[in-house]
């Protein structure tokens, strides 16, 4: 039962193509959103997608999970500042952001290799 | 990985029926809740179910989307409302709301053949 | 101790002013996502604010819910119309929806005074 | 600053009766549901009230806090349990779960006296 | 489509196992807080793994109303006790307290076979 | 109706010293995780308490919001470096994290006097 974080992450994706088929404005939106918080105008943008993780394992969001891990890994994090990622989630999250976490770091792992 | 809806939907009723079997107490007063809640004194209940909807993408609970998705279905939701609706709960959710808001579209498209 | 609505929405809109003017980029791209969701495009927009509502209510967020119970007043919502949209909150919400419920149905009689 | 959580609590009680008398039916709903968890078949009652008051430590509801810490007090509670339920609140939830426990102890003690 | 409860806590477990080796740290921090609330002075521990299922399932986090069932199990708790527990959590979370409750149902009975 | 933040940071602190006596063990477990989540491996902890500020927000969380940019104010956290923050808890967190993000701006402005 070991999780396919790309095949995961492929659905997802042709999922929210058809929600911006079918729904572009507000998709849009979002998108403008997105763009502002993830260019930042005093930290780096690695800094603020390791961020976006954070809260994601909190909400126990495994999509946004994966999302955000795979938009950090392309933004350079390394295993080392996941799992700074992860322990903040922890802190604030408790018992359930160690399970969002673990799955962070599986989805770490298949996106960096 | 494209989900099937309709399995989840049956596999989640039966562990409903199962519930409702084994406490029929609290089963029998959230069934009062939610006929309160779907029969609106002065909105109608596609409109009802579809806030139903909302709240369900917001709340991030893949098995509440399916569920609420089929009962706007079945009272008529068309799937330019149903993108409306998916429209509030990313203003009110963010970006967890644009993940299980497509599922709710894709739901759609399922039930709705 | 009865809250006072007009007094939280007051010093909410001076605070949300305050960080436009610091952080004008992501409260345009919110105020993208927000015009989009409140322009539906088949259901009314008096619908899609106590859609807002109901979730705003479900996320017990006191803020939000004077924010939209206002909105819903300006966009002409009954205040049996607002019951209804309480009773989702409540099947969605349990417990929690009650008590935010409740505070949304006193900022209606606030104001719609 | 230190709260009066007995004027919180009448306050609350007030709205609640409002929204009672607007909208019977959904509250005579979750009565139900209220009285179906709170008549338990194995545990007792003081034990399920715990329960609820963990769960509104988790959720951050502070009416919810309150109210159910005044039922524990009610169905006899004592500090030394409050303290353990407050414990498996911050298991679950993390930081957040230690400001609500640090609220229901405090109303605990304003409430037992 | 029936979960195999057994197979989602192997995996789970072996995604934590490798957590706890890239973040030791923040995994003995998290464990030290498990046997305090794990340890309750007053409740005995029966009670207080069944009050944290009662926030997992409010929580709406599959992984943790597996791994809490499991636990409840191993403490012996019975299934009238489980019901109890899914009540409260329905008081507490509305309609997904109905869904994720159903999946402790279901876990319960595949672990204490 | 401006809030005190001042007055409502040491309100709380108060509330948490009497936790911490009350129920030491859980309150000592709860900091082991806090020191783990501060002391970051990779990252600097400006960066960790702004993520857990960011958290925060997104959690809806009054208390904590104001807890964590105090200690982002003592770390030395700039203004630009907040609004950047609150700019991710927006994208992750839609119009709750306007509210709460505007509190923190606030706050922080408040602390950094």
Known sequence: MTKDYHAISDAQDARATELFRAAPDIMRGHRNVTQAAQSPAALDVK???MMALAIAIVQRCEGCVVYHTKQSVTHGASREEICDTIAVA??????PATVYGADALAAFDAFSK
Chains 1, 2, 3, 4, 5, 6 share one sequence.
Do not use: P
């Open 90 to 95: 922890i802190e604030m999250g408790g018992g």
């Open 47 to 49: 800094t603020t997608e």
